[in-house]
C-alpha cells in the first residue's frame, strides 16, 4: 500500500508558501533527493546568510593574545542563534616566513555593549552584509582589527588551516586558506568567536566569514 509523506516549508510554486508538498520516494521507498542548489542556499533563500567582511587586511594575532582578531560577535538582545558557515582568508601582504596554523576561541556571557570591565573591552564594528542582496541588516556584530577583551577569549578548536611560507618572503608559497564549518559551532545569543594563530605571523590577510543568522526560537532553545 502507497504512502503518501507530506511537508510544508518555504515556497512551493509562486506565492504558496507553506503550501503542502508531496516528498518523492523511489521504486525502492527511498527519499529522492535532488541536487538543486549548493551547501549554503537554503539559508540564503530563507535571507538567513551573511558575510562579515574585514575593513582592512591585518595579521592574524596568536591565539594567547588576541587583542585585533577578527572576532564574530552575536549579541545577547539578538534572537538569532549565529552558526558560521565558511571563514575564508586572503593575503594581504606577505611577512616574516612561518609555519602556523589557525584556531578558534570563544567568549561567554558578552551581554550588548562594549566597555571597559565588561567582557568585550573595546569593538569597532564592521556591519555584516545579507548575501541575498538588498536584505535587512544582521544583528550580528564583525571587528577584524579593533577588539580587546577583559579576558583573553577560551581556546575552543583548531582549524586544521594552515600558512606555510618557505624562504624569503618574495618566494613564499600559499596554502589554500579556506575552512568549511560543516555546522560544528552554533553560537547561542551572548557569545562571541575570535579567529587567531599557534604561532604568530606578520602577513596580513583580508577576512571573510559567511555564516548564517537563524531566529532563536526556531534553533536552540537555552
Known amino acids: 500500500m502507497a504512502i503518501d509523506f507530506q511537508s510544508q516549508n518555504g515556497f512551493v510554486g509562486p506565492n ?18 535532488l541536487l538543486g542548489g549548493s551547501d549554503y542556499q537554503e539559508y540564503n533563500r530563507q535571507g538567513q546568510l551573511y558575510v562579515a567582511k574585514s575593513g582592512a587586511a591585518a595579521a592574524i594575532p596568536v591565539q594567547s593574545a588576541l587583542t585585533n582578531s577578527p572576532t564574530l560577535w552575536n549579541p545577547a538582545s539578538s534572537g538569532k542563534v549565529l552558526i558560521p558557515c565558511l571563514l575564508q582568508l586572503g593575503v594581504g601582504s606577505v611577512g616574516t616566513p612561518v609555519l602556523t596554523s589557525l584556531t578558534v576561541s570563544y567568549v561567554k556571557n558578552t551581554g550588548d555593549t562594549a566597555a571597559t570591565n565588561l567582557p568585550l573591552a573595546t569593538f569597532t564594528n564592521i556591519a555584516p552584509v545579507g548575501l541575498t542582496l538588498g536584505h535587512g541588516a544582521s544583528a550580528a556584530k564583525f571587528a577584524n582589527a579593533t577588539v580587546t577583551f577583559t579576558t583573553n577569549p577560551t581556546l575552543l578548536l583548531d582549524l586544521g588551516v594552515l600558512h606555510w ?6 618566494s613564499g608559497a600559499m596554502i589554500n586558506l579556506q575552512y568549511d564549518f560543516k555546522g560544528s559551532i552554533i553560537m547561542p545569543p551572548g557569545t562571541s568567536i575570535s579567529i587567531g594563530a599557534i604561532a604568530a605571523t606578520s602577513t596580513t590577510y583580508w577576512t571573510s566569514i559567511i555564516f548564517a543568522e537563524v531566529p532563536q526560537y526556531l534553533y536552540y532553545n537555552n
Open 16 to 33: 504558496t508558501k507553506g503550501a503542502v508538498a508531496y516528498l518523492r520516494a523511489s521504486d525502492f521507498g527511498e527519499q529522492v533527493m
Open 165 to 170: 611560507l618557505e624562504g624569503t618572503a618574495a
